[in-house]
């Protein structure tokens, strides 16, 4: 059995991004890494232009100014300006040339074709230097990036249609169980509700990740043999849940061994998630995941996802830590590291009830994960404690 340090380390040391490269239309690109450094084809702004609706002057030491014409947001600029004069301007609007400083409306008395101001202007003020975003071809994005709704906003401004970024993993789903039941049948005695499909194809979905396939086998060696082996065809990483266990109806382990998968690790000294598999065959990855539900989630979040942000070329993998004041006391001497559901409100974190790795239930309240090290802890109220913060929008 590994420790939890060991098994992320195990997991990075075995991966590498993935070298495939797609061109894809910037608006489709939400969630995407950028496969090569982005080059700025044109300054931002490439013309002078005005931060705020007011006169741009050209400067002089009185502080009374002509008004000799206006610039509209998206004219050009072409009027010359004498010293001692001014233009009416707008935000956005292009600076003409001969004006060296834009004074806002509310500094200024407008008196006929003349204006007063209050203060002598610095020269530059509200006024956006050409490039004083991005220079033209200057690398304005690093190779990694992840692309979030900003990200395609400024490649847009830049007037970049597509976009190079590295291929989404492919993932595929497998849950194992006699007992499972699609939602919509009726319930036989014995048998459960099967939700970690469902769970699973969520949290890649947050991911930006659609899977290639989500299917169901029995508990039996045959059917899980042939279903990793469809899998395997068509997946850079496949997920398993269930039937990694030591009971007589577990076939996971047998049938990735006999499918040639090479185990890089099983057993973490954790809860929940102990039986946890990581496997490799050529450029497939397989996780066997507990089928507890929660342990299913735990070990998505602390060990899958780390691997696709990973595959996807990220710099950082992983959800983010931190550390924080925990709400109330708290103690533990169990010898394995546990991840325990908590809600963080108001700056603090509370260890919700329900903890066991076959409920659901406080997971769907959590919004972190509270990290307790091997061997326990005791803690005090506003204590720091480390958390995972779990993801909360669709995407990362
Ligand atoms: P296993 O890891 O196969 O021993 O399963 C552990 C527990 O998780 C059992 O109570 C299973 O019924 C339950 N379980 C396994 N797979 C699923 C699933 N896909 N959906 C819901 N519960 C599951
Ligand atoms: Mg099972």
């Not at 894809?24 to 969630?31: A, H, I, Q």
């Not at 990694?144 to 989404?168: H, K, T």
Request: net charge neutral.
């Amino acid at each position: 059995m590994i420790s939890v340090e060991e098994a992320s380390h195990l997991i990075d040391q075995n991966s590498l991004p993935i070298r495939e490269i797609e061109t894809l239309s910037v608006s489709s690109s939400l969630g995407r890494v950028l496969a090569k450094s982005l080059k700025a084809p044109l300054s931002l702004p490439n013309f002078r232009q005005s931060a705020m609706d007011g006169y741009a002057v050209s400067l002089h030491k009185d502080l009374s100014y002509r008004v000799v014409g206006e610039v509209q947001t998206g004219d050009p600029s072409n009027i010359e300006l004498k010293v001692g004069e001014c233009v009416r301007i707008y935000t956005g609007a292009a600076v003409p040339d001969s004006a060296n400083a834009v004074v806002i409306q509310e500094k200024v008395k407008r008196i006929d074709h003349n204006i007063l101001l209050e203060t002598t202007p610095k020269a530059g003020q509200n006024i956006r230097a050409i490039g004083s975003q991005v220079k033209a071809g200057s690398l304005c994005l690093d190779k990694g990036q992840l692309l979030n709704p900003a990200g395609l906003g400024f490649i847009q401004s830049l007037g970049i249609e597509s976009v190079e970024v590295i291929r989404q993993p492919k993932v595929s789903i497998i849950v194992t169980g006699n007992e499972l039941t699609p939602p919509g049948s009726p319930l036989e005695p014995g048998k459960i509700y099967e939700s970690n499909s469902t769970l699973l194809k969520s949290a890649l979905q947050q991911k930006g990740i659609t899977p290639q396939l989500v299917t169901q086998t029995k508990d039996t060696l045959e059917g899980t043999q042939a279903i990793i082996e469809k899998a395997e065809q068509e997946s850079d990483v496949v997920l398993i849940s269930g039937g990694i266990s030591v009971g007589d109806y577990d076939f996971v382990g047998k049938a990735l061994e006999n499918k040639n998968v090479k185990t890089i690790f099983y057993r973490v000294k954790q809860r929940p998630g102990k039986p946890l598999l990581f496997g490799q065959k050529d450029t497939t990855f397989f996780f066997a995941l507990p089928g507890n539900p929660a342990s299913t989630l735990s070990c998505f979040y602390i060990y899958v996802s780390p691997l696709l942000d990973r595959l996807m070329g990220l710099e950082t993998t992983g959800l983010n830590r931190m550390k924080l004041p925990i709400a109330h006391s708290y103690r533990s001497d169990e010898p394995r590291a546990l991840f325990l559901k908590a809600r963080v409100q108001n700056e603090k974190v509370q260890i919700l009830d329900s903890q066991s790795s076959s409920m659901l239930i406080s997971f769907a309240k959590a919004n972190a994960l509270v990290y307790i090290p091997e061997n326990g802890l005791d803690l005090k109220a506003l204590d720091p404690v480390e958390i995972l913060l779990l993801p909360n929008g669709l995407i990362h």
